[in-house]
């Protein structure tokens, strides 16, 4: 791992210390939903978990309706990058998941990112939904002029299926976006790291 690391939102649950209920407001304190909506530092919702060098900043459930509360807040595509401007430069690396859509929350995320990596599943329908985020990726040009795409990376891979080897084929064949070498294959330690909330690297070490 880098130095430290924030994170938020989807992978929450699965990398947090097990003191850690996701859905316990009391227990985690602040949290996203603060910082995004509530003008909270984040220096106040960032989390120390008993890993080296990894830090979080936790999710619950309230964040689901922050899209629509985003649309009352003066600038709302700019309110993660605000937010993230007094502890940028503690981190080597800040690492935020997005949700699989193409709304407000989405395009806070991308305008406060300086790189995307994008995960793909190794299918027609992933396929499809790239094409769309490669759209929305270019209307945001304007008001995130310094975005690059770092990289696609396969996800869910069985390098068994035809649908595999095809949607390689079509990714290898894109224009100015990398394709990582390493592939996130389909693999139980993924699930059983997520039931016991902990890193699928400290849960499965090989």
């Known amino acids: 791992f880098p130095k430290e690391v924030t994170n938020q939102a989807g992978v929450v649950k699965p990398m947090l210390c097990k003191v850690y209920d996701p859905n316990d407001k009391k227990n985690i304190g602040k949290t996203v939903y603060d910082v995004l909506l509530d003008g909270v530092s984040p220096e106040e919702a960032i989390i ?15 964040l689901a309706g922050a899209e629509f509360e985003l649309f009352d807040i003066d600038e709302p595509e700019f309110r993660i990058k605000k937010g993230l401007e007094s502890v940028k430069d503690n981190y080597d690396y800040i690492l935020i998941d997005a949700p699989p859509t193409l709304g407000c929350w989405v395009m806070n995320i991308m305008c406060a990112s300086d790189y995307l990596i994008i995960p793909v599943e190794a299918s027609p329908w992933g396929l499809f939904g790239l094409a769309n985020l490669f759209e ?14 770092m990289g696609v990376v396969v996800t869910k891979a069985n390098e068994r299926k035809n649908q595999f080897k095809q949607a390689i084929e079509v990714l290898g064949s894109l224009e100015n976006v990398k394709l990582f070498d390493t592939y996130i294959r389909i693999d139980s330690a993924i ?16």
């Open 48 to 62: 120390k978990t008993e890993f080296d060098n990894l830090s979080l900043v936790p999710s619950t459930l309230n």
């Open 191 to 206: 699930e059983w790291s997520q039931e016991n909330s902990l890193p699928v690297m400290a849960y499965k070490k090989t």
């Open 136 to 149: 929305f990726y270019e209307k945001l040009e304007r008001i995130a002029p310094e975005l690059k795409i």
